[in-house]
């Protein structure tokens, strides 16, 4: 059995021929175009270090700067804006996590990246010396 098909949807009477649109390609992240890479070797404890919060917060602190840089030339990308406020707030969290644990590891990164404290106040108590209780 032949199937109708109407001679307007014939390939012979019009060619499906599209014209080509210009491809933007952008040095994107994930290629690791645009982004300054050189500081994540200083921070890593060894060779495959990814883990640490100090690898962490420099892999996060070089993606901030990379999209912060996209974002001064492109104003209306609200997509990139809403994923620089969540590596925002994870940098932020790393970085009070750091605070805690390691406080000579959180100034220096401090100092080295030129981030702003983000510790306001010590309300769990961070700042004390950790004491034992001999019983």
Same mark, same amino acid.
């Given at each position: !059995? +032949? =199937?109708?098909?109407?001679?307007?949807?014939?390939?012979?009477?019009?060619?499906?021929?599209? *014209?080509?649109?210009? !491809?933007?390609? /952008?040095? /994107?992240? @994930?290629?690791?175009?645009?982004?300054?890479? =050189?500081? $994540?070797?200083? #921070?890593?404890?060894?060779? +495959?270090? *990814?883990? /640490?919060?100090? %690898?962490?917060?420099?892999?996060?602190?070089?993606?901030?700067? #990379?999209?912060?840089?996209?974002?001064? *030339?492109?104003? @209306?990308?609200?997509?990139?804006?809403?994923? $620089?406020?969540?590596? $925002?707030? #994870?940098? +932020?969290?790393?970085? #009070? %996590?750091?605070?805690?644990?390691?406080?000579?590891?959180?100034?220096? $990164?401090?100092?080295?990246?030129?981030?702003?404290?983000?510790?306001?106040?010590?309300?769990?108590?961070?700042?004390?010396? @950790? *004491?034992?209780?001999?019983?």
């Amino acid at each position: !059995m +032949k =199937s109708f098909r109407p001679a307007a949807f014939s390939s012979a009477v019009r060619p499906a021929v599209r *014209t080509p649109r210009a !491809m933007v390609i /952008s040095a /994107s992240y @994930k290629n690791k175009e645009n982004i300054d890479l =050189s500081n $994540l070797s200083k #921070q890593a404890r060894h060779e +495959k270090d *990814t883990g /640490s919060a100090e %690898y962490q917060i420099a892999l996060a602190t070089a993606r901030i700067q #990379q999209i912060s840089k996209h974002l001064s *030339t492109n104003r @209306k990308d609200h997509a990139a804006k809403r994923g $620089l406020i969540s590596i $925002l707030s #994870q940098r +932020k969290s790393l970085l #009070q %996590y750091l605070y805690r644990e390691n406080r000579d590891a959180y100034d220096r $990164l401090i100092t080295e990246f030129g981030i702003r404290g983000v510790v306001t106040s010590d309300t769990r108590g961070a700042s004390r010396e @950790k *004491t034992e209780v001999v019983a």
